[in-house]
């Protein structure tokens, strides 16, 4: 019989890491799912260790490890993404939910049952990050950073649900759909056509894909995951660049400059004219090539972000 439920992970010289998520895994409150991890272009003992946990935890998932060497060109986190949840939708029906998830992250017990208790066939689940207490090296000052820019996102998400609300989105949500957890179904998964071959992205690329295919996703706040605070990363351009520079701007005082809330007003008036005018897929593309905007505001302290967010 087959599981319910795949968790896929790209690793890449994760030995450090995986042995915790693969210890979260097995505390999970539901007991039947499997785990597929793709091992790529590693040059440490990722494999063996991601075993040993698995042995040492008594767990009672299914673990299934596939070892790949990619090509330079294709050696980056779409192509083990892919692998990872390519291997996991061979093991489910088409009914079945993958989950994604990364080799530095340490879901809570009840992860997958939060997932699924959301799931249905036609939704994309983007599960909330919070920051790894376990790996605090920076101090308190990296997690008051992180406290600033939450609150900043949630007014962020306050105008979107102001001006342009989505009927299975609505709030309380928070706005996380990295590859840190999605949930979506084989059956969306595959008409989305798979991970995108893409060297960094492609997590939101996959979500816009399964977008387009007719996927509706939500940001339900019961799930959530940890991922660590770590500097040095897997892909070009993910969380590790943004930990840099946070503890930069925390360890100088420096505030970092955001959009302004003024703009996030403009593209959500320009994201409603434009889906009614163009429908989803085309205000995704359309959206995807605009300029970037202007990062021209401090970062506002919580009180003042909250204040925005209400007002």
Not at 57 to 81: D, Y
Not at 247 to 273: K, M, Q
Request: charged share 25%; hydrophobic share 45%.
């Amino acid at each position: 019989m087959r599981p319910p439920v795949c968790v896929c992970i790209p690793a890449r010289n994760e030995a450090e890491r995986i042995g915790r998520l693969i210890e979260a895994l097995a505390q999970q409150t539901v007991r039947s799912f499997a785990v597929a991890i793709c091992v790529n272009n590693s040059s440490d003992v990722t494999h063996e260790k991601a075993v040993e946990a698995t042995l040492r935890s008594n767990a009672g998932f299914a673990l299934h490890i596939l070892q790949r060497v990619f090509e330079p060109e294709l050696a980056h986190a779409g192509s083990a993404r892919r692998a990872a949840m390519d291997m996991g939708a061979d093991l489910l029906t088409a009914d079945g939910l993958l989950l994604s998830t990364d080799a530095d992250c340490r879901p809570p017990a009840d992860w997958i049952e939060a997932n699924l208790a959301h799931f249905s066939p036609e939704r994309i689940i983007g599960g909330r990050i919070e920051l790894d207490e376990l790996e605090a090296d920076e101090g308190p000052a990296i997690f008051m950073l992180r406290r600033r820019f939450d609150a900043y996102w949630q007014a962020v998400r306050a105008i979107e649900d102001r001006i342009d609300p989505v009927a299975w989105d609505m709030p309380p949500r928070h706005g996380d759909h990295t590859g840190a957890s999605i949930g979506l179904s084989v059956d969306l998964y595959r008409r989305a056509g798979g991970v995108p071959l893409l060297p960094a992205g492609e997590d939101r690329a996959l979500v816009d894909a399964a977008i387009k295919a007719g996927g509706k996703l939500v940001h339900p706040n019961a799930v959530w995951t940890r991922a660590s605070s770590r500097t040095t990363g897997r892909a070009n351009g993910g969380m590790a660049a943004d930990m840099r520079r946070w503890i930069e701007c925390a360890a100088s005082g420096d505030i970092p400059l955001v959009p302004a809330f003024s703009h996030w007003e403009e593209r959500a008036r320009w994201r409603l004219r434009t889906r009614a005018r163009m429908g989803v897929a085309a205000c995704i593309e359309a959206e995807r090539v605009l300029p970037p905007m202007p990062c021209d505001m401090p970062l506002p302290k919580v009180a003042e972000a909250e204040m925005a967010a209400v007002s």
